[in-house]
């Protein structure tokens, strides 16, 4: 909110506009590893994990750590996106090209691998850190390997600068000598379905030591050195390079807190080089900066000025008017709607919608100000609803006498949290007053769009890129048209000539031929209602073009009382294929697709997800998804699916996985902003184990408002 | 049609150009990510704005408290008007400043409690034994606390154990005034630290008229300055 009239008037006077704070600070980092992590993050290997140049190392990433690494050398690239899931568990999905590698028909060969680590014991004074890995434990397994291996660090060892971290390991199959084509070991096969993990073939066959030392020398450089036992023989007998040498040496520099990158002399015969991105998603590029707030208004003392406490005001048939045509344009100064709000002598209730902050917690706090601004001051007792399109999320009760005493008290969102209460809201507020003019509201949007298409084997990237509009109408409550129209300027994900050769009714592997359509298209066109089906119980039903793939209907119920972490649901849809051209057509191929699901938060923001149903091929089956979730929006989950088709009629990957990554916008630029973007990367689409794209599935509409995300954000109360 | 990434980027400008968007949602758009950081970018490269020249003359023509306050790290300074000003049941008078971007800092007889709109604000703070202290000119000793809000909507907790000390009697130079006042200074021993923090209590008034108060790990240490009470 702006300055009010009378400092305008104070700034006037000085005769300079007021010079602002907000606009350029930046956090003074001071040197504590709470707050200035990157001395206390390891280095990274060519596999992208925390390790020496091409050999692993014990040491985990700070928890919560996500990070990004390319590496080169003899031919080979492998970029590797690497997740510190828990403080234990690392984990890994690498895409590598090894250039005039040719198998299975490939020129240059391309693959994806997962991988995971388990850090079994923490570094202690005198014991070493130890952790046990599987490498490529479900791709095609040009890369499966397994280790067992010790870390344990020296500061300033022999009055040298700096800490030296030695490293020493057992490895079995692409870590040992014979590597993958170890005739011990299950053997590996270019070109095979892949995607299952190999438990068969680990911590089996010849096992070779590998070990290193790195010596980290100041906060900017660090040299290495390692022994690898890597035979690289498939790449040897290809010709891809030479090798000639177990020792690999290298020298890193410290760019940016955020990236490091690394020079190498490889086994004897290759240069390589290495960039390291890491970042973590609890430490904000450009911190949170929200606004101060508008004054919380104290009463008078009720002795001191009992007139003014006297609750006539409330016999007026015109005061809830009145009040109401007082509080929406105040509402409005932070971006909050008013939906509907209901007020008596002594208690007050707002139905608002969060249209600014991430959090709903801050509008909480803000609607609560602008009622003790404008509320008499008999209105002892605050509701506040938070609302998600028609959709009351849950109802936050704050006594007006706790909000005066407590605001510069220490601890203040502690201490008011513990008065407060937040329990389920009505669906409806009974004896409610809205807005005049309230619907229908219309919101338009038209700029750029990127679509992107990963892992083509001819080109690992692709794109379509073009013009969209978009429109949202809202005629009434919990009722929406929505739509969007593109139309492709350039690209080339048509160019690309892998048409499906599914076996399967080809509901997702059409993409080629639907980016080949026309080049203006309906992306999705449809309507939808959703409301409360009870306090507990929320509902949806949409009709028309509901994805770019597939349009028809879809219901949807969830039950999710707001202090629950526990949630059901419960989704049922029969969907037609859309024509290639996206327009208003259809294809012949219809299913009934629809799921039951388990929705639970667990401790330390980690959500499960169980979906079990029909998916879009009429394969029946499951889908587990786990998801860390950080306060602040950011979003990091993976996801498989087994349904009763055989991984020989799935294809390449044997069944459906992938990697959501939900990346809150505020993060970027710490002004206030409930945008996100969300990507959901899988190896390979296929056409089994595919869900419906619906939009405005319930749970994540509802879950922002409910008990466990307001608490979790309660220290923004106060904002 | 082939794609070029001078293509592509091109496109991407003309339609970013010439695009809009209206209505009472905040659209989850690619678009609209591309203006947020187009906008980041446009302020970090504006660089600090100077503080305009102040002088006695126009600061006795005002009504209105100012406040000038530097973030030390960073060397940003702004000036503050008061914006709110109220006790509650703690000792000591709780005044919010408020800068032209609406940045709050809030100090409870001198003594940083909050700040608003700065990034990893000071969401609260127990002042309780500074503000005794102060107020007697004399020392003292107590545990303190700041809360502090990190990246993922929670606090750190900081907890101080403090020693308030009087270093003795000094003239103060401010924009062409000089106050006679008493330096008093704490040393708060904490998880990241040892902090210091000085005072300047006008020796007439009693008023609270310099500060340098460490605000936490990651805003460092705040200024201010009572340019006219």
């Known amino acids: ?719 | 049609m082939k794609m070029t990434l001078p293509r592509l980027i091109s496109i991407a400008l003309i339609t970013a150009l010439t695009a809009c968007s209206s209505g009472t949602e905040s659209e989850n758009t690619q678009l609209e990510s591309l203006r947020d950081l187009r906008d980041t970018i446009k302020a970090s490269r504006a660089g600090p704005k100077p503080l305009p020249p102040i002088s006695r003359d126009k600061l006795n023509q005002l009504q209105n408290p100012i406040l000038k306050v530097t973030i030390e790290g960073t060397g940003v300074e702004g000036l503050l008007l008061q914006h709110v000003k109220r006790t509650d049941a703690s000792a000591g008078q709780i005044v919010v400043w408020r800068s032209g971007d609406n940045a709050d800092v809030i100090l409870r007889s001198g003594v940083l409690i909050g700040t608003r709109g700065l990034g990893n604000d000071v969401a609260s703070g127990n002042a309780a034994m500074a503000v005794r202290a102060l107020r007697n000119r004399q020392g003292g000793s107590g545990q303190r606390s700041l809360d502090v809000r990190n990246d993922s909507n929670g606090l750190l907790r900081i907890s101080m154990r403090c020693t308030m000390r009087v270093i003795g009697n000094e003239t103060l130079s401010i924009v062409q005034k000089n106050f006679a006042t008493k330096h008093m200074q704490e040393q708060c021993d904490t998880d990241f630290g040892t902090v210091t923090n000085d005072y300047w209590v006008d020796s007439r008034s009693g008023v609270v008229i310099k500060t340098n108060q460490w605000a936490g790990p990651y805003l460092g240490k705040i200024g201010t300055t009572v340019l006219n009470n």
Request: charge should be positive.
């Open chain 1, 1 to 719: 909110m702006a300055l009010s009239p009378k400092l305008k008037k104070a700034s006037t006077q000085l005769g300079l506009p007021l010079c602002g704070l907000m606009a350029l600070c930046q956090p003074a980092w001071a040197q504590n590893a709470e707050v200035s992590p990157h001395t206390s993050q390891p280095s990274q290997n060519f596999y992208g994990l925390p390790g020496l140049i091409d050999t692993p190392s014990a040491e985990a990433l700070p928890d919560g750590q996500l990070t990004i690494t390319s590496s080169y050398f003899g031919g080979t690239t492998r970029s590797t996106l690497t997740f510190q899931a828990t403080p234990r568990i690392t984990a890994s999905f690498r895409y590598a090209g090894i250039k005039d590698l040719n198998i299975g028909g490939f020129v240059d060969y391309r693959d994806r691998s997962f991988d995971l680590r388990y850090l079994a014991l923490k570094e202690k004074r005198y014991t070493p850190a130890v952790a046990f890995g599987l490498q490529d434990f479900a791709g095609t397994g040009i890369y499966s390997g397994e280790y067992i291996v010790a870390t344990k660090t020296f500061t300033q060892p022999l009055s040298l600068p700096g800490k030296i971290k030695v490293t020493a390991g057992v490895g079995w199959g692409r870590l040992a000598k014979g590597g993958i084509s170890d005739p011990t070991r299950p053997t590996f096969v270019a070109g095979s379905t892949g995607g299952e993990p190999a438990y068969d073939a680990w911590f089996r066959g010849t096992a070779s030591p590998f070990g290193g030392i790195e010596w980290q020398i100041n906060d900017r450089f660090g040299v290495k050195a390692e022994y690898s036992a890597d035979s690289y023989d498939r790449e040897t007998r290809e010709g891809v390079f030479d090798r000639k040498s177990s020792v690999n040496f290298g020298a890193e520099y410290q760019y940016s807190e955020r990236l490091r990158l690394g020079a190498y002399y490889l086994y004897g015969s290759e240069f390589g080089i290495n960039a390291q991105f890491q970042l973590n998603p609890k430490r904000a590029i450009t911190p949170s900066r929200v606004s101060g707030p508008r004054p919380l208004l104290v009463r008078p003392a009720r002795r001191v000025n009992p007139q003014a406490w006297s609750t006539d005001w409330a016999n007026s048939a015109t005061a809830p008017t009145q009040l109401r045509d007082l509080i929406q344009p105040k509402l409005a100064e932070d971006g909050i709607v008013l939906d509907s709000m209901k007020v008596t002598a002594n208690s007050a209730e707002l139905r608002i919608t969060n249209t600014r902050f991430s959090s709903e917690t801050v509008a909480i706090g803000r609607s609560a100000r602008v009622m003790a601004e404008i509320l008499p001051p008999s209105v002892e007792t605050f509701k506040i609803t938070p609302m998600n399109n028609g959709l009351a999320l849950s109802t936050v009760t704050i006594r007006r006498s706790d909000l005066e005493a407590l605001e510069f008290q220490p601890q203040a969102a502690d201490a008011l949290l513990a008065v407060s209460n937040i329990s389920g809201a009505a669906p409806n507020l009974v004896g409610e007053i809205r807005p005049e003019g309230q619907f229908p509201q219309l919101s338009f949007s038209l700029g750029p769009y990127i679509q992107p298409s990963y892992f083509d084997p001819d080109r690992p990237v692709r794109a379509d890129a073009g013009i969209e509009a978009q429109f949202n109408y809202r005629f009434g409550q919990g009722w929406n048209v929505a739509g969007s129209l593109r139309h492709r300027l350039t690209g080339n994900i048509g160019t690309s000539n892998r048409l499906s050769n599914s076996v399967l009714p080809r509901v997702r592997t059409n993409a080629i031929l639907y980016a080949r359509g026309s080049s203006t298209y309906i992306q999705d066109l449809y309507v939808s209602k959703q409301w409360k089906a009870g306090t507990n119980t929320y509902a949806r039903l949409s009709a028309g073009y509901l994805e770019q793939m597939f349009g028809g209907v879809s219901g949807e119920l969830l039950w999710k009382p707001t202090n629950s972490r526990l949630a059901l649901g419960v989704e049922g849809n029969y969907v037609k294929q859309r024509s290639f051209d996206r327009d208003l057509d259809f294809q012949s191929y219809s299913v009934a697709t629809g799921h039951v699901s388990a929705y639970y938060e667990m401790n330390n923001g980690y959500l499960a997800q169980l979906d079990v149903g029909r998916y879009l091929a009429g394969d029946y089956g499951a889908t587990m998804t786990l998801t860390r979730e950080f306060a602040n929006g950011w979003k990091v989950g993976g996801f498989f699916t087994l349904t009763d088709v055989s991984a020989a009629d799935f294809g390449e990957g044997s069944f459906d996985k992938g990697i959501q990554l939900t990346v809150p916008v505020k993060w970027f630029i710490g002004s206030s902003s409930k945008r996100t973007n969300s990507t959901t990367i899988r190896p390979i689409q296929r056409d089994g184990g595919a869900r419906l794209n619906v939009q405005g599935r319930l749970y994540e509409q509802v879950r922002s408002g409910h008990k466990s995300d307001i608490v979790s954000d309660w220290s923004r109360i106060w904002e």
